[in-house]
């Protein structure tokens, strides 16, 4: 039985790994969505059109479509951190996973739509400064270019339209607009997770155990 529980328990916890990441999103409204503009999740590193391999802030992408990519995940905040959109500040202890959202068009542009994920947005950061100062929240390798002129002008705005969901209305011309949202860690409750390559070997250690575990259970019942 020992050897049961045991490959019970490893099964368990290779099937409990989790991340919070960007679901979706639309192009729902604006010049970008009359000129075809959809919404693209990209995965690091970044395969840029234009511009600098793996990089992102100076027209690296030139497209009516709205960008996101998912950065650092599950931080655990040493410090009460500020942002711009959302309850601030949140308090240190809170577990977070950062994305990075954009928009990027060559001739300016105006887009209206919305980006989901599959846990609680906390935050959002939209200002210059806060921008560089939740750096140490990215950790992709991915060259963060004209750091002075990120964040949102004037007239531009994101808010979180839904408890997993922020809405943008902006418009951007050169270098773009960037900003980063900060959700809660997902714990995949009620879906079916899918075990890490890692894990796979921990849960195939886990059967061996089990079956080695009922063979030698037989062999003593036979003598």
């Known amino acids: 039985m020992k050897h049961i529980s045991i490959a019970v328990a490893l099964v368990a ?4 790994v989790a991340s919070a990441t960007i679901i979706d999103g639309t192009v729902t409204g604006g010049s970008a969505q009359a000129a075809g503009g959809v919404f693209v999740k990209l995965t690091v590193p970044l395969a840029n059109p234009f ?39 949140i308090p240190a202890g809170t577990i977070v996973a950062s994305h990075y959202i954009f928009f990027d ?6 887009v209206i739509g919305t980006v989901d994920f599959d846990s609680d947005v906390l935050g959002i950061l939209t200002t210059t400064s806060q921008l560089a100062a939740t750096d140490f929240l990215a950790n992709t390798g991915v060259n963060y270019l004209n750091p002075g002129l990120r964040g949102l002008e004037a007239g531009d705005s994101v ?9 943008f209305d ?15 860690f997902s714990p995949g409750a009620g879906e079916a997770t899918v075990p890490e390559p890692g894990s796979v070997g921990l849960v195939g250690s886990g059967l061996a155990l089990l079956w080695a575990g009922t063979r030698a259970g037989r062999k003593s019942t036979k003598h």
């Open 51 to 89: 511009g600098p391999v793996d990089s992102v802030g100076n027209d690296n992408f030139q497209s009516p479509n709205l960008f996101g990519f998912d950065e650092d995940q599950n931080i655990t905040l040493s410090a009460p951190l500020t942002v711009d959109v959302g309850s601030s500040p």
């Open 159 to 167: 808010t979180i339209s839904g408890p997993e969901q922020i809405l």
């Open 105 to 110: 068009p060559g001739p300016a542009e105006h």
């Open 13 to 16: 916890a290779a099937g409990s």
């Open 170 to 184: 902006m418009v951007a011309s050169s270098p773009g607009d960037y900003v980063r949202v900060l959700t809660a």
